[in-house]
């Protein structure tokens, strides 16, 4: 395959993604990215960023929850898994050559590439409370393609969500070698497949709806959340039958509990040979040993955000020699090299 100046330092691919500061980390983010970004970190040369520039582009009136997120976000990524000694964990704007990049391919972009990306308009209006018609928001997945292509990044771990956006950045990445020579490998989504995991009350995992679970919560509030949870409403009364398909908590069971247990929990469900409660002592059996460590890690972090920050800078200074050999290329792609 045409793979132009692809990562030869290394045997390993690379893969970088990001993660937004906006708020404290839920089950969601675990499940969904953070779980298998830590399972990468042997197989592949990994960048994970703190994307405070993308959280800007839509909480920008709110600047000190960006602040107060970036350092929580670390934590929580820490806890998890992800081993500084193995992966490059950075800021993005301590990286300001994302920022240059991102102008520099703005040059060549159409601006009908970024309004036809599926999320913008449904964005807009879903976000209504905040104005989104701006410069940066239409840009932002410019900015996401900037991030990737700054690394030569092969593999970029995603949900389904975002695979439009590596298609873009694919296309980018085309007509900037097509204009000024092969600069950057095109990059390929790593799918994260996993089913949506819902909140508590079974809709969308959202802070606004006051129903998720955080993923350095107390374990025993953990257990309060869980054994309150919204179940298939037909289950009235313990000996009447439910159907798990239809339910939140089976959902979680779907990414935690084994197949003979979710027999267990469908076949008992479905018939109304076990209860509710049950079923969630199950979960619970199931989820606190998996996120109790975490708790456990978290606190201890919380003790020491000096060395989480120093990491954090670390990580941003390794990134940024990377960024600026690619930076160096473009610019003498595009003639900038004075
Ligand atoms: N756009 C992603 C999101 O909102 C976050 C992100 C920013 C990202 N830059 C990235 C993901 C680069 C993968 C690669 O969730
Ligand atoms: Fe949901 Fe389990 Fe109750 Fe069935 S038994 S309705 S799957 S909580």
């Known amino acids: 395959m045409h793979n132009p100046g692809s990562n030869a330092s290394t045997m390993k691919k690379r893969v970088f993604s990001g993660m937004r500061p906006t708020g404290r ?3 969601g983010n675990f499940f969904g990215a953070l779980q298998n970004w830590v399972g990468l970190q042997d197989e592949y040369e990994c960048i994970f960023g703190i994307v405070d520039y993308h959280a800007l582009t839509s909480e920008y009136a709110d600047v000190d929850r960006i602040r107060q997120s970036v350092l929580g976000v670390a934590m929580d990524w820490l806890a998890s898994g992800i081993d500084p000694e193995k992966s490059t964990i950075m800021i993005q704007s301590l990286v300001p050559e994302h920022a240059e990049l991102h102008l520099l391919l703005s040059m ?6 970024l309004e036809r990306v599926p999320t913008y308009k449904e964005q807009i209006q879903q976000l209504s409370d905040k104005d989104l ?7 932002y997945p410019l900015l996401q393609a900037a991030d990737i292509l700054i690394y ?3 593999l970029v771990p995603v949900g389904e969500d975002q ?3 590596i298609e873009l950045c694919r296309e980018i990445a085309r ?5 000024y020579g092969s600069v950057f490998p095109e990059p390929q989504a790593k799918l994260t497949r996993m089913a949506r995991l819902p909140g508590t009350d079974g809709r969308k995992m959202s802070k606004s709806y006051g129903n998720e679970i955080q993923l350095s919560e107390d374990p025993k509030s953990i257990s309060e959340k869980v054994m309150k949870m919204v179940t298939d409403p037909a289950r009235v009364r ?3 039958p439910g159907n798990p398909q239809i339910c939140p908590v089976f959902d979680y069971h779907k990414l935690l509990t084994d197949d003979d247990g979710r027999q267990w ?3 008992g469900c479905t018939t109304a040979g076990i209860g509710c409660t049950d079923c969630k002592e199950l979960l619970l059996k199931n989820m606190l040993p998996v996120l109790q460590p975490l708790y456990e890690k978290r606190v201890e972090l919380e003790q020491k955000p000096d060395q989480v920050r120093e990491l954090l800078i670390e990580g941003s200074t390794k990134a940024q020699g990377l960024a600026r050999e690619t930076m160096g290329e473009v610019r003498q792609a595009m003639k900038l090299d004075y």
């Open 175 to 179: 007509r900037f070698n097509h204009f």
């Open 163 to 165: 695979v439009a956006h």
């Open 238 to 240: 313990r000996t009447d």
């Open 133 to 139: 018609s701006t410069y940066g928001f239409l840009g």
């Open 108 to 113: 060549i972009v159409p601006i009908p590439w």
């Open 152 to 154: 030569k990044a092969d």
């Open 265 to 267: 929990v469908t076949e």
């Open 25 to 27: 980390l839920h089950l």
